[in-house]
């Protein structure tokens, strides 16, 4: 466990240090800026009042990219694996005493609706394997966003044509068999082919539409990746 925890800090010191000058991260092409600095900068443009947020299953990786810029938001972390929270939250609360950390799974966050103004999701749709579970989900994230308030989503999308899903994965995994180790991609894609939660974006911004969010829109995709978001 010790090993793991580590682990998961070491992570998220390397993404500090990359992301420590704002200025030089400005000045990155977008296609090199990281997934979190984009979630981040996109969602306190769309919500320019927020003072609360939470990020889900992201390794605290947005929430210290937010309180950099603003150490006044309120912050909550929300994970389904231990460990990974109690890194992230030992990491975020050196920027803040604001901040709180529960151990569930999206679908079952319990605090009252109109809570957030925005909310981050990260790593969590390949595990919404059934209709029900997505609807679940993405409704309860509606009701815990204030009006006006923003969910952004990054997660791993299937593509419409299946074959170009599967040479998507392929690329996939060459990346992490390069950046991590052939364990790390074998793991990822075995743990992604086997939940069967792969969707398209259409799909599931088709979704969120009809849950209630009155504006979506694709802000980010590389290969099999992207970034969503709609507002409430």
């Keep these: 466990m010790n090993d793991d925890f580590n682990r998961h800090l070491k992570a998220i010191d390397i993404f500090t240090e990359t992301n420590r000058h704002g200025e030089a991260m400005a000045r990155l092409p977008i296609d090199k800026k990281p997934v979190p600095h984009i979630m981040g900068e996109t969602a306190l443009r769309m919500v320019t009042d927020a003072r609360r947020f939470m990020e889900i299953n992201g390794n605290g990786e947005i929430a210290r990219i937010l309180l950099t810029k603003n150490p006044n938001l309120h912050c ?26 529960i151990l569930t799974d999206p679908a079952e966050i319990a605090f009252k609706s109109d809570t957030f103004h925005i909310i981050f999701m990260n790593d969590t749709l390949p595990r919404l394997n059934t209709d029900k579970k997505r609807i679940t989900t993405f409704s309860n994230l509606w009701r815990l ?18 074959r170009v899903t599967r040479y998507m994965e392929a690329v996939y995994g060459h990346y992490l068999k390069t950046k991590y180790s052939q364990k790390v991609a074998n793991e990822t894609l075995h743990r992604r082919a086997h939940t069967g939660g ?15 969010f009155r504006k979506v829109d694709v802000l980010y995709k590389r290969w099999c990746l992207a970034v969503f978001c709609g507002m409430k």
């Design 198 to 212: 792969l969707r398209t974006i259409d799909d599931d911004l088709t979704l969120m539409k009809g849950i209630g």
């Design 145 to 162: 966003l204030k009006p006006s308030g923003c969910l952004v989503i990054a997660d791993a999308v299937a593509q419409t044509h299946e």
């Design 76 to 101: 909550t972390l929300a994970d389904h694996n231990p460990i990974s929270l109690h890194a992230s939250f030992s990491a975020v609360a050196k920027l803040t005493p604001r901040i709180a950390a």
